[in-house]
């Protein structure tokens, strides 16, 4: 199994930055993708974006341009910096890992390790 603790929430003015990270542990060389999602109070779970093992990352279209995901994969680390964030993009951050083969890493039932989550709060 692999475990994952998130960091680096807190609240911020729209407009700001911040950078979340999450740390894997356990059997990460079984993992095929790591990803981002988010639920915001009363709203279902969404994704946010992810990163392949090959570097290849992908956003959903309301962060594209403000939000950079990345990792370290000597140090089990991924990262994800917001910038121009807006109140929308307040919510409980995950991060999650799919352990098995995959081209697809954006749907919430297929990933198959969670964080607990770190939250983000933006005021207007």
């Known amino acids: 199994q692999v475990q994952l603790v998130e960091s680096g929430g807190g609240s911020v003015q729209a407009g700001g930055s911040l950078g979340l990270s999450c740390v894997a542990s356990?059997?990460?060389?079984?993992?095929?993708?790591l990803a981002w999602f988010r639920q915001a109070a009363g709203k279902q779970r969404e994704w946010v974006s992810s990163?392949?093992?090959?570097?290849?990352?992908t956003y959903r279209d309301s962060v594209k341009g403000r939000f950079t995901v990345s990792q370290d994969s000597a140090k089990n680390l991924l990262s994800l910096q917001m910038n121009s964030l807006k109140p929308e993009d307040t919510a409980m951050y995950y991060c999650?890992?799919?352990?098995?083969?995959?081209?697809?890493?954006?749907?919430?039932?297929?990933?198959?390790?969670w964080g607990k989550g770190t939250l983000v709060n933006i005021s207007s």
């Open positions: 999650a890992a799919r352990l098995r083969p995959t081209s697809w890493c954006q749907d919430s039932a297929v990933m198959d390790s």
């Open positions: 356990g059997y990460t060389s079984k993992i095929y993708c």
């Open positions: 990163i392949f093992t090959d570097a290849k990352t």
